[in-house]
Every structure is written in structure tokens, then in C-alpha cells.
């Protein structure tokens, strides 16, 4: 399994961004996805979470209301709209793939997640 991330960069607070990452190497549609990020020294912390048809989300509290998960199955593609950026936000942000199809109510930890990307880095000024 690969999963490439992209659409990271560098913004002013208050703007926008939309992450991807596309997905290959076993049937996409069958597996829960999820982001997670990580700032310098700290741990990977669990951002948002779609289940296999998109009909379940969840979010972390800090992002809840300003990022919004999707993903389109025909693409092998999950996507992170995150709106309002703030500069608390500034990490690399990473998809992965889980082992199964559907999300829980508590958000998942790292080691849920089977498949990792390669990240891609968000940087958020003030």
C-alpha cells in the first residue's frame, strides 16, 4: 500500500488549505482513513477520521468546525479542508489507512492505523 500526500505549504492565519492523498495498492474503498499530525517535538495526534463510505466522521476538538474530512472512493483519494487556519495548526500532517471500515466514537490512535504517507508540511503564520 501507498498512500502520497500533498497540498501542504505555507499561509498567513485565516486562510485555507486542502490536503490529499491518494491511495494504492489494495481495494481503497474498503478501509476506514484517517489524518493525523505532527509539530516538533510532540507526539502524532489524531486530526479527523472517515469511515469507508464517507457516511461516519469524526474530529478532533481542536479542529472540529474549521476542518472538514471527505474522501472519493472512485479516486482513491481522502481529502482534509481545513479553513481558518491558525498558526497552532503549523505540523506535518500525515493519512493513514486503517484496518478496517468503520470509525469508532473515541478518536483512534496511531497504532490503529496500518499504512502511513510521507507527510506533507503545513506551516501556519501569524
Known amino acids: 500500500v501507498q498512500l502520497v500526500e500533498s497540498g501542504g505549504g505555507l499561509v498567513q492565519a485565516g486562510a485555507s488549505l486542502r490536503l490529499s492523498c491518494r491511495a494504492s495498492?489494495?481495494?481503497?474503498?474498503?478501509?476506514?482513513m484517517g489524518w493525523f499530525r505532527q509539530a516538533p517535538g510532540k507526539e502524532r495526534e489524531f486530526v479527523a477520521a472517515?469511515?469507508?463510505?464517507?457516511?461516519?466522521?469524526l474530529y478532533a476538538d481542536s479542529v472540529k468546525g474549521r476542518f472538514t474530512i471527505s474522501r472519493d472512493n472512485a479516486k482513491n483519494t481522502v481529502y482534509l479542508q481545513m479553513n481558518g487556519l491558525k498558526p497552532e495548526d503549523t505540523a506535518r500532517y500525515y493519512c493513514?489507512?486503517?484496518?478496517?471500515?468503520?470509525?469508532?466514537?473515541?478518536?483512534?490512535?496511531?497504532?490503529?492505523?496500518?499504512?502511513w504517507g510521507q507527510g506533507t508540511q503545513v506551516t501556519v503564520s501569524s
Open positions: 493513514a489507512q486503517d484496518s478496517f471500515g468503520g470509525i469508532g466514537v473515541q478518536p483512534p490512535g496511531p497504532d490503529e492505523y496500518d499504512y
Open positions: 495498492g489494495r481495494t481503497f474503498s474498503n478501509y476506514a
Open positions: 472517515i469511515s469507508w463510505n464517507g457516511g461516519t466522521t
